[in-house]
């Protein structure tokens, strides 16, 4: 393959993979819990969390979350009600953390091919090169708990790296695809 073909593609696929989301999800549930049962449900404190941050604790983002989970909720035949007939209570939290990513790039090639791991600059190496990253890692976690002890009994998790200035349209449909991605597995296959 000659050389501007394959550089070309190499581009293409940095460009590609670049749009990929580093969303990672995990979920937990009480594997006795008899969740064919579930028909309603009803949010805890209507949906609102208890949070220092302003920029999770705001009423665009509430809303945005809270209409999230409702629709996913509703293509899967769950009903909106009073909290005094509910099946379950939702609930949920965010949070957005500060993360220090750490990348050493050793250049060890010396003028005879590759040369040993670490060469001290002296003898002809070179040192590595360290550079520090900071970035902001948003995290939703959403709740399902029983409706008579509010004890937990389904819990998703979801994990992004945040991406700084979007537009609304942006941020909607970043929340809309967490909510799902976070509530594929539920009710959880018994």
Same mark, same amino acid.
């Given at each position: 393959?000659?050389?501007?073909?394959?550089?070309?593609?190499?581009?293409?696929? $940095?460009? $590609?993979?670049?749009?990929?989301? =580093?969303?990672?999800?995990? =979920?937990?549930?009480?594997?006795?819990?008899?969740?064919?049962?579930?028909?309603?449900?009803?949010?805890?404190?209507?949906?609102?969390?208890?949070?220092?941050?302003?920029?999770?604790?705001?009423? $665009?983002?509430?809303?945005?979350?809270?209409?999230?989970? /409702?629709?996913?909720?509703?293509?899967?035949?769950?009903?909106?009600?009073?909290?005094?007939?509910?099946?379950?209570?939702?609930?949920?939290? *965010?949070?957005?953390?500060?993360?220090?990513?750490?990348?050493?790039?050793?250049?060890?090639?010396?003028?005879? *091919?590759?040369?040993?791991?670490?060469?001290?600059?002296?003898?002809?190496?070179?040192?590595?090169?360290?550079?520090?990253?900071?970035?902001?890692?948003?995290?939703?976690?959403?709740?399902?708990?029983? #409706?008579?002890?509010?004890?937990?009994?389904?819990?998703?998790?979801? /994990?992004?790296? $945040?991406?700084?200035?979007?537009?609304?349209? /942006?941020? =909607?449909? *970043?929340?809309?695809?967490?909510?799902?991605?976070?509530?594929?597995?539920? #009710?959880?296959?018994?």
């Amino acid at each position: 393959m000659n050389r501007p073909v394959f550089f070309g593609l190499v581009v293409a696929l $940095l460009f $590609l993979s670049s749009g990929c989301s =580093t969303l990672s999800v995990n =979920t937990d549930y009480n594997p006795a819990y008899d969740f064919s049962a579930l028909k309603s449900y009803a949010w805890l404190n209507n949906g609102q969390i208890s949070s220092s941050d302003a920029r999770v604790n705001n009423a $665009l983002i509430v809303d945005r979350v809270r209409k999230a989970v /409702e629709q996913t909720l509703a293509t899967r035949g769950y009903v909106k009600t009073d909290s005094a007939s509910a099946d379950f209570i939702v609930s949920w939290l *965010g949070a957005i953390d500060k993360k220090l990513q750490v990348d050493t790039i050793d250049h060890f090639y010396s003028p005879y *091919g590759y040369g040993s791991l670490y060469r001290a600059p002296a003898l002809g190496g070179s040192m590595p090169t360290v550079r520090t990253y900071e970035y902001e890692v948003g995290t939703l976690i959403i709740d399902i708990l029983d #409706p008579d002890q509010h004890k937990l009994i389904w819990r998703g998790t979801g /994990e992004d790296r $945040l991406k700084g200035n979007k537009k609304p349209e /942006e941020v =909607t449909k *970043g929340i809309d695809e967490a909510v799902a991605a976070i509530m594929k597995d539920f #009710p959880p296959a018994q």
